[in-house]
Every structure is written in structure tokens, then in C-alpha cells.
């Protein structure tokens, strides 16, 4: 069973750092493309954060300079590094498993791990 | 970056209508379109995938359609389970937009 569990959140000040991370199992990690999405109190869904298995990363705008996206094959375990932290990044943070081959799509999620951006 | 517009945001339903949900994108993505089911304090699921591939798994009574810049979700039968927040989301190119959602209520 294909299983992503997010760590790593919590209560933060603006300005400050947080590291998630993302332990997989279930299936050969390295194999995968991963991403990073987050949801704020009561918004949509939005797509932060992309890294293949051959290292192709990709961010959205308002995360770049900012946030970090690595993966430990070895651990299985995805990573988000976020620095520069802002009240706007407060959101729930789920890690995705993309599609084997094929268009983009994201197949399996974790519950999530909240960050509260605030003084 | 390509804006998804999904609508309603919200309907009520009964259960055994039939129920259609758009989503419009701000440019033409082909048929780079996947339909996400979303249930409170649930991980997203994955229902359907190139605007009208069905995920295995995933009950026949949803379907998707489209191409271009216009896409529909359908759920033909709605079923309790079937009450969550629906969204689209554009594979065509990074940042990988989704729309708002549209949340199925009971009637």
C-alpha cells in the first residue's frame, strides 16, 4: 500500500525557517516524480514545488529563492526546506506522488502537515 | 501561468441526479486536465486523469470530458460518498494550477 506521511510542521514567526519532510513507502520511491502542494484556511489547492527522479525541479513564483525541494532515495523521503517564511505560506503542506509515465498527475497524497506563519 | 476556472463553486444535489461541473482554462491545454475529489480532513484523490482517463479504481459513474480550453466532470447516480469538493487541476505546463472547487452538497 502506497503511503506518504508529512512531518516536520508547526507554529512558525514570520521570517523564520521549517524543514518538511515527506517518508514514503509502499513503492520504489526513486522510481517516482514528487511534488509539493499546500492549502491555506478555507482556499484551493495550490502546486508549490516539483522534483523528478532525474533531478528536474520546478516552483511556483512566490515560493522561489525561498523554498528548497530535495528527495533522499536512500530514505525515501522528500524534503521541503522553507525559508524566508511569510504569513502568506500558512497552509496545510501535502506531499504527492506523481503518475509512473504520462501527463502530470498526482496519484497518491498524504494527510498533510500544517504551518502557521505567525508573530 | 494558465488560470483555471472551475463552476459553480458550490450545488446541492440529491442522491441519484446526475451532476456536471466545469472547469475552463485560461489558454488551450489540450487534454492536460485532471479531476480531484477532496474530503475534509482527507488527502485528495485522483479520479480522473488527461481530461477523460478514469484512475483505476475509480467508480465508472464518474466521467470527464473536453479539450482545449473547456472540461466538464460528470457524476451520473451520485452517491453519499460522493458529497466532497471537486477540482481540476492543468498538467499542461508548471506551475500545475488548479481551480478553486466546487463543493456537491446535499440537498
Known amino acids: 500500500e502506497v503511503q506518504l506521511v508529512e512531518s516536520g510542521g508547526g507554529l512558525v514567526q514570520p521570517g523564520g525557517s521549517l524543514r518538511l519532510s515527506c517518508a514514503a513507502s509502499g513503492f520504489t520511491f526513486s522510481s517516482y516524480d514528487m511534488s509539493w502542494v499546500r492549502q491555506a484556511p478555507g482556499k484551493g489547492l495550490e502546486w508549490i514545488s516539483y522534483?523528478?527522479?532525474?533531478?528536474?525541479?520546478y516552483y511556483r513564483d512566490s515560493v522561489k529563492g525561498r523554498f528548497t525541494v530535495s528527495r533522499d532515495n536512500a530514505e525515501n523521503s522528500l524534503h521541503l526546506q522553507m525559508n524566508s517564511l511569510r504569513a502568506e505560506d500558512t497552509a496545510v503542506y501535502c506531499c504527492?506522488?506523481?503518475?509512473?509515465?504520462?501527463?502530470?498527475?498526482?496519484?497518491?497524497w498524504g494527510q498533510g502537515t500544517p504551518v502557521t506563519v505567525s508573530s | 501561468d494558465i488560470q483555471m476556472t472551475q463552476s459553480p463553486s458550490s450545488l446541492s444535489a440529491s442522491v441519484g441526479d446526475r451532476v456536471t461541473i466545469t472547469c475552463r482554462a485560461s489558454?488551450?491545454?489540450?487534454?492536460?486536465l485532471n479531476w480531484y475529489q477532496q474530503k475534509p480532513g482527507k488527502a485528495p484523490k485522483l479520479l480522473i486523469y488527461a481530461a477523460s482517463s478514469l484512475q483505476s479504481g475509480v467508480p465508472s459513474r464518474f466521467s470527464g470530458s473536453g479539450s482545449g480550453t473547456d472540461f466538464t466532470l460528470s457524476i451520473s447516480g451520485l452517491q453519499p460518498e460522493d458529497f466532497a469538493t471537486y477540482c481540476c487541476?492543468?498538467?499542461?505546463?508548471?506551475?500545475?494550477?488548479f481551480g478553486q472547487g466546487t463543493k456537491v452538497e446535499i440537498k
Open positions: 489558454q488551450t491545454i489540450s487534454n492536460y
Open positions: 504527492a506522488r506523481s503518475g509512473y509515465s504520462g501527463s502530470y498527475r498526482l496519484e497518491y
Open positions: 487541476q492543468q498538467s499542461y505546463s508548471p506551475p500545475w494550477t
Open positions: 522534483i523528478s527522479t532525474s533531478g528536474i525541479i
